[in-house]
């Protein structure tokens, strides 16, 4: 499942300017929940738990794997290890899984795009 394209969505990536309060603030904006951030557009994530992140919640990241080398995963203010068939089905699309807590993956993704890396970012909002 890919989810609806014409789904509220940003229709291009953005560096991340704030985060907290169970938010994000991106392109002069503000949104309230988790993000999923891909090359080509930004889009709202209903993922608000680490447990709840699995091959299905990351359907639009395996459909744009063709442009992501990297995909952060924000896990909130905890850690969360991937289970090892979600690392690998990700290996398969030849993406590279990093997770951390939230604030460093928003700066490692700011940093990212920055360079123009083929990045892509699953943040969990954080309170």
């Not at 392109?27 to 929940?33: D, L, N, P, Q, V």
Request: proline residues 9%.
């Amino acid at each position: 499942m890919t989810g609806d394209p014409n789904a509220p969505h940003f229709p291009r990536s953005a560096p991340i300017e704030a985060y907290g309060k169970g938010g994000f603030a991106f392109a002069g904006m503000s949104h309230r929940g988790s993000l999923l951030c891909l090359p080509d557009a930004i889009w709202a994530w209903d993922v608000m738990d680490p447990a709840k992140i699995d091959r299905y919640s990351l359907d639009r990241v395996f459909t744009a794997a063709n442009s992501i080398d990297t995909l952060l995963i924000g896990t909130g203010t905890g850690l969360w290890l991937p289970p090892p068939e979600l690392r690998q089905a990700l290996k398969a699309v030849r993406v590279v899984l990093d997770t951390m807590q939230t604030g460093p993956a928003v700066r490692t993704y700011n940093i990212m795009i920055g360079e123009r890396r083929r990045v892509a970012a699953a943040l969990i909002a954080v309170p």
